[in-house]
């Protein structure tokens, strides 16, 4: 099976513009969760989507958002870009199985740069 | 919320010896503890995990013990080789009452360093 991908790979933005990053999970994945890596802060939780519906949310301000589509690919958009926004984003995908709480398999990132 | 501790922050070990990383975690609720492997420009890898139903459990040269009376967890790595040099982060969740889980809450990471 081929895993979790990422795009863009890479992205440099002015501050105030926003952006959009995209993700496949893994066929047959329900689940999909996005997090944010930075040096400073580590890995932090930003969302979860199931359904296309967002299930879970982590501690980030409104200008993080995201969306899931049918097909279970999603997409996170970020508003009003600050240079503390700077970092690698990670999807990972799960399958949502009932009852349990199931791996999660990250893609390779998609490392966004404001400046 | 949860708050997981990962010690030490880089560890260097000798090849062919025993590496151990350690963490503890603050919420009892916790049932689910991965462990990730990062390389340089690519995303974590999971490499073992363990549910709090089970004290511990080895895959290879890779073990994971959990002890849930004192809220830590740990990895070990033996015989270790060149390649298993990475960042290494163990992570904790619990499953929700209305379906999936809380989203992962990593510890700092461990860079350990193989020598040669």
């Known amino acids: 099976k081929a895993g979790v991908t990422q795009t863009p790979r890479y992205l440099i933005k002015t501050r105030g513009q926003q952006v959009t990053l995209s993700c496949s999970p893994i066929s047959g994945h329900r689940s999909v969760s996005w997090y944010q890596q930075t040096p400073g802060q580590g890995l932090q939780f930003l969302f979860e989507y199931f359904s296309e519906t967002q299930r879970n949310k982590g501690n980030f301000p409104g200008r993080f958002s995201g969306r899931q589509f049918s097909n279970s690919r999603s997409e996170m958009n970020v508003s009003t870009l600050e240079l503390g926004d700077s970092a690698l984003y990670l999807c990972?995908?799960?399958?949502?199985?009932?009852?349990?709480?199931?791996?999660?398999?990250f893609g390779p990132g998609t490392r966004l740069t404001v400046l | 919320g949860e708050n997981v501790e990962q010690h030490p922050s880089t560890l260097s070990v000798q090849e062919g010896d025993s590496a151990v990383i350690k963490c503890t975690y603050s919420d009892s609720a916790s049932n689910y503890f991965p462990w990730y492997k990062q390389e340089l420009g690519k995303g974590p890898q999971l490499i073992i995990d363990i549910r709090s139903n089970v004290g511990e459990k080895k895959d290879q040269r890779i073990a994971v013990t959990l002890n849930k009376t004192a809220k830590h967890f740990s990895l070990h790595i033996t015989e270790t080789q060149p390649e298993d040099s990475a960042v290494y982060f163990c992570?904790?969740?619990?499953?929700?009452?209305?379906?999936?889980?809380?989203?992962?809450?990593f510890g700092k990471g461990t860079h350990l360093i193989i020598q040669p």
């Open positions: 992570a904790a969740t619990r499953t929700r009452s209305g379906g999936g889980a809380d989203g992962l809450t």
């Open positions: 990972a995908s799960s399958l949502a199985a009932s009852g349990r709480t199931d791996e999660q398999f």
